[in-house]
């Protein structure tokens, strides 16, 4: 998150936050135990781990994709030392397909410290949770107030949009300063008893994803329309205003994708910077001549050009062009790759690279070309 906040407790000054603040909490309380999300996965057992992990996962990604990768990570990782004590590559292997890789990696070094530094107990207070790889402020809100009833709010994508229509916030949420004064109005409007914060918490994450969401808010369903800025206006898709939209740039990759007579594929693995990080790839050039004087230099006969994939990354646009060679003998790759390259290569298997870290766009041209 991007938002300054201060290191000062938020329970502080309470007085002025609790004035005239109770419609909305109370109102989203009521929903919440009514109509709220009650059968997320996550929800199950409310423990700091899995409200983390889940957290983690929800951030940029859906529920609806979230909840299959959560069910899978908490079967192999149950707790953080399970987590903790894996290799960093399984743990990417488990990620695959869900995008934004460094959270796995913050996920996996936060596990590690939770273990070394605090007993393998995770903390429990919104200042020390955000000492913590990964966790920045609306994370650690998540867990103190779902965990342990902190009066501290989130203000994750859903909430910003449901406070910004709710009290009329016009003001533009690229600008740090005023990031800051929507954390502010989203301190004033919790609740005043700490044990309503778990239900509060999730309620304003059920209202922003189901009722007061992006394109289409159903401001006739909604717990708190009489009470709402922009539903007296009739202007809450005017809300948030972001004037900064990112600017992707756009890139083109050349790859091989080489198999072996075993039906094996010559993987590398990405370095620690950069995209895809520590993920296993296809040998990858940055232009078509070199990937063409490669492709030669291999004596590749049996050539088949995978149609040109698109893919985006926060501020990229990548193009890929992926050629499958096949038919290779291990051991004239092997030879070819130790006369050449730096050899940071695996021979693996279907069954290998199916659990092994592998960026979506890789993985979806080694299953759409297993066959070939
Ligand atoms: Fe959002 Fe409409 Fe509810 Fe206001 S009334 S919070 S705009 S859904």
């Not at 989203?28 to 781990?49: E, I, M, T």
């Not at 949009?161 to 954390?183: M, P, Q, T, Y």
Request: aromatic content about 10%; proline content about 5%; glycine content about 6%.
């Amino acid at each position: 998150m991007n938002f300054d906040m201060t290191k000062t407790s938020p329970t502080q000054d309470t007085s002025l936050r609790l004035k005239g603040k109770a419609d909305f909490a109370s109102q989203l309380v009521q929903w919440q135990r009514k109509s709220g999300r009650h059968d997320l996965p996550w929800q199950k057992v409310l423990a700091p781990y899995r409200v983390w992990v889940s957290e983690i996962m929800l951030q940029q990604t859906q529920v609806v994709t979230v909840i299959s990768y959560f069910e899978r990570f908490m079967n192999r990782f149950p707790n953080v030392q399970t987590l903790a004590n894996a290799h960093l590559d399984e743990v990417l292997g488990l990620w695959s397909g869900l995008g934004y890789y460094s959270r796995a990696r913050n996920l996996h070094s936060c596990a590690k410290k939770v273990l070394e530094f605090h007993g393998g107990e995770f903390p429990k207070d919104f200042d020390t949770l955000q000492t913590l790889p990964g966790i920045g402020p609306s994370t650690a809100a998540a867990i103190a107030s779902i965990c342990f009833k902190e009066r501290v709010p989130i203000l994750d994508g859903n909430v910003k949009r449901v406070l910004c229509r709710l009290k009329g916030f016009d003001a533009d949420l690229s600008i740090a300063k005023n990031h800051k004064e929507l954390w502010e109005v989203a301190l004033q409007e919790l609740p005043t008893a700490k044990a309503d914060m778990p239900t509060y918490t999730q309620g304003i994450m059920d209202l922003g994803a189901t009722v007061c969401t992006p394109k289409n808010p159903k401001c006739s369903e909604c717990p708190v329309r009489k009470i709402c800025d922009a539903n007296s206006k009739g202007n809450p898709l005017s809300y948030p205003v972001k004037s900064k939209r990112i600017k992707r740039t756009s890139e083109s990759l050349w790859m091989v994708c080489i198999e072996n007579t075993k039906n094996e594929i010559f993987l590398e693995q990405r370095s620690a910077k950069g995209i895809w990080a520590g993920l296993y790839c296809f040998p990858t050039f940055s232009n078509e001549e070199l990937c063409d004087q490669f492709i030669n230099a291999m004596g590749a006969k049996n050539v088949h050009f995978v149609p040109v994939i698109t893919h985006a990354l926060t501020h990229k646009e990548l193009s890929l062009h992926v050629v499958k060679l096949s038919g290779f003998s291990k051991q004239k790759v092997d030879k070819f790759f130790s006369n050449t390259l730096q050899n940071v290569g695996h021979w693996m298997s279907q069954e290998q690279w199916s659990g092994a870290g592998v960026p979506a766009p890789i993985r979806k041209v080694l299953i759409a070309t297993a066959a070939h």
